[in-house]
């Protein structure tokens, strides 16, 4: 019963971590990206001024937040069944990051890095429609984490004790 409860509690808090990361990116995609990617540089108006729109708190904390309890639940699921489904999640995990940071990150910063002008760029706005394509993307890599974490709870953990394997 030890093994099963440990698995558990050390996975639970992973999938609620990762989903909870997923949704701050579909709202991130489907509302602010989907605004400011409309009509640069005249769109970008969201993130200009002293109290601009500016999530990077948000994004510098939760990404880590989800990959620490992704390797605890791990490492608490390790010698169970569930092992090759969290390693899965950690390589999707891991791909989003990497994609956003090497892949989308740049096309972002290009386009909100030209800053709020009252005009709008044809070709800005190709670029703009580049990184929202790409932000779907890096999004359906995060919630691709969250669905395998949420399967691998379907995954019966034995109880350590029935097998003489208990302590």
């Given at each position: 019963?030890?093994?099963?409860?440990?698995?558990?509690?050390?996975?639970?808090?992973?999938?609620?971590?990762?989903?909870?990361?997923?949704?701050?990116?579909?709202?991130?995609?489907?509302?602010?990206?989907?605004?400011?990617?409309?009509?640069?540089?005249?769109?970008?108006?969201?993130?200009?001024?002293?109290?601009?729109?500016?999530?990077?708190?948000?994004?510098?904390?939760?990404?880590?937040?989800?990959?620490?309890?992704?390797?605890?639940?791990?490492a608490g699921n390790w010698r169970t069944p569930r092992r090759r489904l969290l390693l899965a999640a950690v390589a999707l995990f891991i791909a989003a990051g990497i994609f956003s940071v090497f892949v989308m990150g740049p096309v972002q910063q290009a386009?909100?890095?030209?800053?709020?002008?009252?005009?709008?760029?044809?070709?800005?706005?190709?670029?703009?429609?580049?990184?929202?394509?790409?932000?779907?993307?890096?999004?359906?890599?995060?919630?691709?984490?969250?669905?395998?974490?949420?399967?691998?709870?379907?995954?019966?953990?034995?109880?350590?004790?029935?097998?003489?394997?208990?302590?």
């Amino acid at each position: 019963m030890r093994t099963r409860t440990i698995a558990n509690l050390s996975l639970i808090p992973a999938v609620v971590s990762a989903l909870l990361q997923a949704g701050a990116q579909l709202f991130a995609v489907a509302v602010v990206v989907g605004t400011v990617t409309t009509a640069p540089p005249r769109s970008l108006a969201m993130y200009a001024g002293e109290y601009g729109y500016n999530s990077a708190p948000f994004w510098e904390v939760m990404p880590t937040v989800t990959l620490g309890l992704l390797i605890i639940a791990l490492a608490g699921n390790w010698r169970t069944p569930r092992r090759r489904l969290l390693l899965a999640a950690v390589a999707l995990f891991i791909a989003a990051g990497i994609f956003s940071v090497f892949v989308m990150g740049p096309v972002q910063q290009a386009v909100v890095g030209v800053g709020y002008r009252d005009t709008v760029d044809e070709a800005l706005r190709v670029q703009a429609s580049r990184w929202h394509l790409l932000d779907w993307a890096a999004w359906a890599l995060t919630l691709g984490t969250g669905v395998v974490l949420a399967a691998s709870l379907a995954v019966r953990v034995p109880d350590a004790s029935a097998t003489g394997d208990a302590p």
